[in-house]
């Protein structure tokens, strides 16, 4: 059983940056692809980036390509979510996911284990 906690959340200025934590419990991530997904005020979850397990592969959505990198420790324990040049648009909470095949897909339905989130608020 993977348990993941987020933490890293905030109220930011837009145009600056925050950095995401997911620190996984229980066990490693070895061997689990994870993604960031969010969800706004009143939308549906979001894909954001995703890794593989071996920290070779990214994905991202293209509203985050140059402004947002996924990145994974070498202890394969904790993923991070950098987030640059935020703006109103990113307000929401982010969440981290773990697939158990080690891939990297923007497929909500194919992650096994799913933290609680935490919360960005970019103001002008």
């Known amino acids: 059983q993977v348990q993941l906690v987020e933490s890293g959340g905030g109220l930011v200025q837009a145009g600056g940056s925050l950095r995401l934590s997911c620190a996984a419990s229980?066990?490693?991530?070895?061997?689990?692809?994870v993604a960031w997904f969010r969800q706004r005020p009143g939308l549906e979850r979001e894909f954001v980036a995703a890794?593989?397990?071996?920290?070779?592969?990214?994905m991202y959505a293209d509203f985050v390509k140059g402004r947002f990198s996924i990145s994974r420790s070498s202890s394969q324990d904790t993923v991070f979510l950098q987030m640059n040049s935020l703006n109103g648009l990113d307000t929401a909470v982010y969440l981290c996911?773990?697939?158990?095949?080690?891939?990297?897909?923007?497929?909500?339905?194919?992650?096994?284990?799913w933290g609680q989130g935490t919360e960005v608020a970019v103001y002008s």
């Open positions: 996911a773990a697939d158990s095949s080690g891939s990297t897909t923007p497929d909500a339905d194919r992650y096994d284990y």
């Open positions: 229980g066990r490693p991530f070895i061997g689990y692809g």
């Open positions: 890794i593989d397990w071996r920290g070779n592969v990214t």
